[in-house]
């Protein structure tokens, strides 16, 4: 976050905290990168509601750090696309519902996933499942909304070309998810919303040279950049050139979060006043 924001940030928590208490009493989000080694997993805590963006790979640990942050429901749980990286959690999430260790409303997910054994798996241990496409919504985490920029209903994209992009607002911040959604994708998605922009930004394709594209970031102009990339990964993740990139927007590094050398890095949004990491 550059010192302007900030310090917008802090006299709007200022102003708050003089005229209707402290911050205690305003809406809060946690989003949490968790630390999944080579996958993708993000943890969104609201009030009334937790949900997974993607579940990681199938030994990545998900259901001890689940139970360490007390996690009992989830609303929600996002399949960007079907990669086992992404969507390598979905077994021990099953069988955590079947063994009542957590209740799972609903499973969320691209087109691109619609054939795959997960979604029978997930009907078997009873757990609602539903496509989305662009145009959707979530009432999840009411007051912010939660909107699905990409694919486009009956896409024929398939793999990380068919991650889901979701986005998270409020007045004045924003999140927005990626999955592994690279350039050309990057392209289509400028094309539908010209004015696109976020706060923060989970850098698509763990910070791959093939996603991140400068028109994209210049576009967008994130403050915070989240990457998911496993020690030492054998893919180069995040690549150098990316890392560059990042630093030129954002103009401050320290505003780089990576799970290879963060490990898991929690973020809190208070609602129409700001966001942190923590
Ligand atoms: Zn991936």
Same mark, same amino acid.
């Given at each position: 976050?550059?010192?302007?924001?900030?310090?917008?940030?802090?006299?709007?928590?200022?102003?708050?905290?003089?005229?209707?208490?402290?911050?205690?009493?305003?809406?809060?989000?946690?989003?949490?990168?968790?630390?999944?080694?080579?996958?993708?997993?993000?943890?969104?805590?609201?009030?009334?509601?937790?949900?997974?963006?993607?579940?990681?790979?199938?030994?990545?640990?998900?259901?001890?750090?689940?139970?360490?942050?007390?996690?009992?429901?989830?609303?929600?749980?996002?399949?960007? !696309?079907?990669?086992?990286?992404?969507?390598?959690?979905?077994?021990?999430?099953?069988?955590?519902?079947?063994?009542?260790?957590?209740?799972?409303?609903?499973?969320?997910?691209?087109?691109?996933?619609?054939?795959?054994?997960?979604?029978?798996?997930?009907?078997?241990?009873?757990?609602?499942?539903?496509?989305?496409?662009?145009?959707?919504?979530?009432?999840?985490?009411?007051?912010?909304?939660?909107?699905?920029?990409?694919?486009?209903?009956?896409?024929?994209?398939?793999?990380?070309?068919?991650?889901?992009?979701?986005?998270?607002?409020?007045?004045?911040?924003?999140?927005?998810?990626?999955?592994?959604?690279?350039?050309?994708?990057?392209?289509?998605?400028?094309?539908?919303?010209?004015?696109?922009?976020?706060?923060?930004?989970?850098?698509?394709? !763990?910070?791959?040279?093939?996603?991140?594209?400068?028109?994209?970031?210049?576009?967008?102009?994130?403050?915070?950049?989240?990457?998911?990339?496993?020690?030492?990964?054998?893919?180069? !993740?995040? !690549?150098?050139?990316?890392?560059?990139?990042?630093?030129?927007?954002?103009?401050?590094?320290?505003?780089?979060?990576?799970?290879?050398?963060?490990?898991?890095?929690?973020?809190?949004?208070?609602?129409?006043?700001?966001?942190?990491?923590?």
């Amino acid at each position: 976050m550059d010192n302007k924001i900030l310090l917008l940030n802090l006299l709007c928590a200022l102003f708050l905290a003089c005229t209707h208490g402290s911050l205690e009493n305003q809406d809060k989000l946690y989003i949490e990168m968790l630390d999944v080694g080579q996958g993708l997993s993000f943890l969104i805590k609201s009030k009334d509601c937790n949900s997974l963006y993607d579940t990681g790979t199938p030994n990545s640990g998900l259901d001890t750090m689940l139970q360490n942050r007390d996690i009992k429901t989830l609303c929600s749980v996002v399949l960007s !696309h079907r990669h086992n990286d992404h969507t390598g959690g979905i077994a021990t999430l099953a069988k955590m519902a079947k063994n009542g260790e957590i209740r799972i409303k609903r499973v969320i997910y691209a087109s691109d996933s619609a054939e795959e054994p997960f979604i029978t798996l997930l009907n078997e241990a009873g757990i609602e499942t539903q496509e989305i496409s662009r145009g959707d919504t979530l009432a999840d985490f009411l007051p912010w909304t939660t909107r699905i920029l990409f694919p486009v209903k009956n896409s024929s994209l398939t793999e990380n070309a068919a991650s889901i992009a979701m986005r998270l607002s409020d007045s004045q911040n924003s999140f927005l998810f990626m999955g592994d959604l690279e350039a050309p994708q990057e392209k289509s998605i400028l094309e539908l919303e010209p004015l696109l922009s976020a706060t923060a930004l989970q850098t698509g394709h !763990h910070g791959s040279k093939t996603s991140s594209s400068w028109d994209f970031l210049a576009q967008i102009q994130p403050k915070m950049a989240f990457i998911s990339a496993g020690k030492n990964n054998s893919y180069g !993740h995040p !690549h150098p050139e990316t890392l560059a990139k990042l630093r030129l927007i954002l103009q401050d590094s320290t505003q780089i979060f990576r799970t290879d050398t963060d490990g898991s890095v929690e973020l809190e949004w208070v609602y129409r006043v700001g966001m942190w990491s923590r």
